[in-house]
Structure formats: structure tokens, C-alpha cells
């Protein structure tokens, strides 16, 4: 049974592009029954990291204190999501130019030396091997991989840092400048392998 994790983080509701192409790939790769979804909307907000965050994660679970476990807990959750998935579908609405803030949190509470990737004398080798991301792009002007697109590059160099790098990208990008784009990522969903 395939463990799909589903990630929002459009503030837009209804009006999400981003939330319909999500829908629309979760649906493409649960269409066997063989699947289980599990759906993290961080459109509500996401604790940014903190010093106490940092001491926190950083000290062994066991030897934590009352404090220490629950500044913890969410990161550990949030962690225990992507660890248990087999794919991510990543909704990526791009605001001004770049990921949502709670986009980036959410990826800040997963960059955990020791638990997400390690340093070695080569470089940085991702421990979250084996998993698939299909990711959602949807903006009103940013085209993707253009000059003025700060989020698909960070986002797929996140997920390549944590060795996720079986990654797709359908995108509804530069909406506001007509051409139907929106159509041709729906087209290219039913093309996913699902």
C-alpha cells in the first residue's frame, strides 16, 4: 500500500489553484484504492525555529526535558509524517516570487542534522531516501525555473538535501498572462504515473 503525504499551504482556500492540483493528483494516485493519504495543511500557521527549538531537537528524546518535549513534539510529528510516506504531493503556491513562510517553516522543522541528513568528509548526504515528491506549482506570474523564481529551486534542493530526488513539478505558473495554463496542468496530471 502506497503512504501518500499531502502537503497545503495555500492561504486562498476554494480559490487555491495550488489545492485543485493537489486534489486532482492525490486522486490520480489513489485511483487503485491501494493508497493511504495523509494531509498536513499548514495554511493555519507553522512555530518558526528558535533557540529553544534547537536545544530541544537537539537533545536525545530520553533525555529531554517537560519543556524540551514539547517545543519538540510538533517538529517530531511533522518529521514522523515524512518518514512514514512513501510519496509527497506538495502544494506550492508561489507568494512574491518565493515559497509560503509556512512552506519554509515547515521545511526548517525538518532540516535536523542526525535525522533528515548528515554531514560526511564529501559533503551532505539526505537519509530520507526512497520516497517520491510530486510537487504543485501554481503562481499568477512567476513562470517556472525563470529568473524571478525563488521557490521550485529551493524547494527541489530542500527535498535533494534530505535525499528525496525523485522529484515532479506540475505547474500552473504565470496564470495572470493568459494561455491556459491551468488546463495543461491538469493535462499533465493524468499523465503522472500513478
Known amino acids: 500500500m502506497t503512504k501518500i503525504l499531502r ?33 498536513r495543511d499548514l495554511s493555519g500557521g507553522v512555530p518558526l525555529i ?15 526535558d517537560a519543556e524540551q518535549a514539547r517545543i519538540a513534539a510538533f517538529s517530531d510529528e511533522l518529521l514522523a509524517e515524512v518518514r512514514a510516506a512513501d510519496v509527497l504531493v506538495i502544494a ?36 530520507l531516501t526512497g520516497k517520491r515528491a510530486i510537487i504543485a506549482m501554481a503562481s499568477d506570474g512567476t513562470k517556472i525555473g525563470s529568473a524571478i523564481d525563488f521557490a521550485s529551486g529551493y524547494v527541489r534542493h530542500m527535498l535533494g538535501f534530505f535525499g528525496i530526488t525523485e522529484v515532479e513539478f506540475i505547474a500552473a505558473d504565470a496564470v495572470l498572462f493568459g494561455g491556459d495554463v491551468v488546463a495543461q496542468a491538469r493535462t499533465a496530471i493524468g499523465k503522472i504515473a500513478a
Open 7 to 39: 502537503i497545503e499551504s495555500s492561504i486562498k482556500g476554494e480559490n487555491s489553484v495550488s489545492r485543485d492540483l493537489t486534489d486532482r493528483i492525490v486522486d490520480r494516485l489513489t485511483a487503485s484504492g491501494d493508497a493511504t493519504v495523509t494531509l
Open 50 to 64: 528558535t533557540a529553544d527549538w534547537i536545544g530541544a531537537v537537539f537533545t536525545p528524546a530520553e533525555a529531554r
Open 92 to 127: 506550492l503556491p508561489v507568494y512574491n516570487f518565493g515559497v509560503p513562510a509556512t512552506l519554509k517553516s515547515w521545511f526548517d522543522h525538518l532540516a535536523r542534522k542526525g535525522e533528515t541528513f548528515n554531514y560526511t568528509e564529501t559533503g551532505p548526504v539526505g537519509l
